[in-house]
């Protein structure tokens, strides 16, 4: 089955101002800018041997200062690249200009009084701004998106993410300061996700916790049932700590719906980081038969071409809706707090 799995680019794209180093950025971000052949203009982090050692790899300039990349972004009609810590972001925006373009890092601040904070600046300031909220912008997602609007799903009824994998957390050692990971980092993109197919849900049951296996990170496992009344099931499993081997592990997404159903493996995460190929399987309405969706690239990096591309098209005209702007991040950030405080209740006594 042939489908739509890629955002157009601008037209006329402008160069992008990155500002932090890590390594979602020399993972992520520059890999999708050169495939879309992107002008990046350079890049600042506060730790200047980190920057200069991205730079020299991608032949880019690392400034030496933020106001020097800020000066000269303004001058070039820049974009700002936040790639930054949450904790980090309220300060950065409160530096750039007035009226700026500019994509943040998610999550959209450590907590929701952080939310608060970053959507009262870019008001404020008059910023077009947007999160990377990019699973939605993934080859597999926009496909499903594209069956949708041709009628091949019609009507989701039942949505669920299941994870049961063994994640490498130790390529993760910063999480290790974080009182909130798992949901805050991971499932973050799929409470995001599922609000880009089905909108906020009405309430929400959660549990996330550690594993015995990784003791120094918060929490690992994660199960939530989001409540959108009383036709839609709409479920959470998730289990970094599956240590069996590669046997019974799995990462898919479940699309079952009134009129055909859809199922996404979600490679990536399958032996990260180097993982395995995604594949987006359809049972179109009316059949019986599966279909396998043809389309190119993955998660990373692709899909962090579509956030810059509807971001830029955005501020061009060219697309008339700023999907993972600052007011549509804050609705997912709002479910993620309430997956936390459910969580924190211990649910219903007995």
Request: proline residues 6%; contains cysteine; negative net charge.
């Amino acid at each position: 089955m042939k489908l739509n799995y890629q955002w157009p680019l601008p037209s006329q794209s402008r160069p992008i101002a990155i500002i932090g180093s890590g390594g979602i950025v020399k993972d992520a971000h520059l890999p999708a800018y050169q495939k879309a052949d992107f002008e990046v203009l350079g890049v600042f982090d506060i730790n200047p041997d980190q920057s200069a050692k991205i730079a020299n790899s991608w032949s880019l300039k690392a400034f030496e200062s933020l106001d020097s990349l800020i000066s000269s972004a303004q001058s070039q009609n820049a974009v700002f690249d936040l790639a930054l810590p949450p904790s980090a972001v309220a300060d950065v925006l409160e530096q750039l200009p007035e009226q700026a373009t500019v994509l943040i890092q998610k999550p959209m601040g450590s907590d929701l009084e952080e939310s608060k904070l970053i959507k009262a600046i870019c008001e404020r300031k008059k910023l077009t701004a947007a999160v990377n909220f990019q699973l939605r912008f993934s080859p597999m997602m926009l496909a499903l998106k594209d069956a949708m609007s041709k009628g091949h799903l019609e009507r989701i009824l039942d949505l669920e993410v299941h994870l049961n994998l063994e994640t490498p957390w130790e390529l993760f050692p910063f999480l290790k300061k974080m009182e909130r990971v798992e949901i805050a980092v991971h499932s973050i993109h799929y409470l995001d996700l599922i609000r880009s197919f089905l909108g906020t849900p009405n309430s929400v049951w959660a549990q996330t916790l550690a594993h015995p296996s990784t003791p120094d990170f918060a929490q690992t496992r994660t199960s939530a049932i989001l409540n959108y009344g009383p036709e839609i099931r709409c479920v959470l499993s998730i289990n970094h700590n599956y240590n069996k081997g590669p046997k019974f592990q799995t990462a898919q997404i479940r699309f079952d719906c009134q009129q055909g159903a859809a199922a996404v493996k979600l490679g990536l995460l399958l032996d990260y980081p180097r993982g395995e190929p995604d594949e987006v399987w359809i049972c179109p309405s009316g059949k019986e038969q599966w279909e396998s969706v043809e389309f190119e690239g993955g998660w990373f990096p692709e899909a962090f071409i579509g956030t810059m591309s509807n971001l830029q098209r955005f501020a061009l005209g060219e697309d008339h809706q700023l999907h993972t702007s600052v007011e549509d991040a804050f609705e997912t950030m709002r479910l993620v707090e309430a997956c936390y405080k459910s969580s924190n209740s211990g649910g219903t006594e007995l």
